[in-house]
């Protein structure tokens, strides 16, 4: 049986590290077989990338490039083959993450993303896109209070982050039978509760 693809997305701040913890133990409770993977990263080659992509500063051409090189890697060695093998897999952002911050935050080119997207991916996309959604002001208030070196994107403004979330809602308004929308500035029980609702057609 193939197995399930799901990939969560969201602005820095938006509290997606400690719902994705719940979905494991909620998926794993379930008796599901899941690997839990990021971007960029989730292999060698890419988790060098990552290094690179949040410390260095370099131009909108080389951050998209990088981000496709590492994302074509994750999906041959890492997301394909465990679905192939009946497991399911939850990743830290995805394709959506390119086209919300680095066209929609950016200004770089859409169509550049597509054919980048169709070039590496071909017609491969998650079955389910959980995005936590969150206004700007507000996860500017939660990375602040987060200790620890923000990288540099999360050192971004709030209008960077408007910008950004504005096309993550508008990839959302364009696939709704792909992605949940989780208003992320609910209580952390009431979030768990809608995911863990959203999930559970795919059981």
């Known amino acids: 049986m193939h197995g399930r693809f799901i990939t969560i997305e969201g602005i820095d701040g938006a509290g997606k590290s400690t719902q994705t913890a719940n979905l494991l133990k909620f998926l794993k409770d379930k008796g599901i077989d899941v690997v839990h993977?990021?971007?960029?990263?989730?292999?060698?080659?890419?988790?060098?990338?990552?290094?690179?992509?949040?410390?260095?500063?370099?131009?909108?051409?080389?951050?998209?490039?990088?981000?496709?090189?590492?994302?074509?890697?994750?999906?041959?060695?890492?997301?394909q083959p465990a679905l192939?093998?009946?497991r399911?897999?939850?990743?830290?952002?995805?394709?959506?993450?390119?086209?919300?911050?680095?066209?929609?935050?950016?200004?770089?080119?859409?169509?550049?993303?597509e054919a980048l997207?169709?070039?590496?991916?071909?017609?491969?996309?998650?079955?389910?896109?959980?995005?936590?959604?969150?206004?700007?002001?507000?996860?500017?208030?939660r990375l602040r209070?987060?200790?620890?070196?923000?990288?540099?994107?999360?050192?971004?403004?709030?209008d960077f982050f408007t910008r950004v979330r504005n096309a993550y809602l508008l990839r959302a308004r364009n696939s709704p039978s792909r992605f949940l929308i989780v208003d992320a500035e609910q209580s952390p029980d009431e979030v768990a509760r809608r995911i863990a609702q959203g999930v559970a057609q795919w059981l």
């Not at 993977?37 to 998209?64: N, Q």
């Not at 209070?145 to 709030?158: L, S």
């Open 145 to 158: 209070a987060r200790a620890g070196n923000e990288d540099r994107f999360e050192r971004m403004g709030v």
């Open 37 to 79: 993977t990021r971007e960029p990263g989730g292999t060698p080659p890419g988790e060098k990338i990552r290094e690179m992509l949040l410390s260095d500063e370099m131009g909108a051409t080389a951050e998209t490039l990088l981000f496709f090189a590492a994302r074509a890697e994750h999906v041959e060695k890492v997301i």
């Open 88 to 113: 399911w897999v939850v990743s830290d952002r995805f394709t959506d993450a390119t086209y919300a911050y680095q066209a929609g935050g950016k200004g770089f080119s859409g169509e550049k993303i």
């Open 117 to 141: 997207e169709h070039w590496t991916l071909g017609n491969f996309e998650p079955d389910l896109t959980i995005l936590f959604d969150i206004a700007p002001e507000k996860a500017a208030e």
């Open 84 to 86: 192939d093998a009946g």
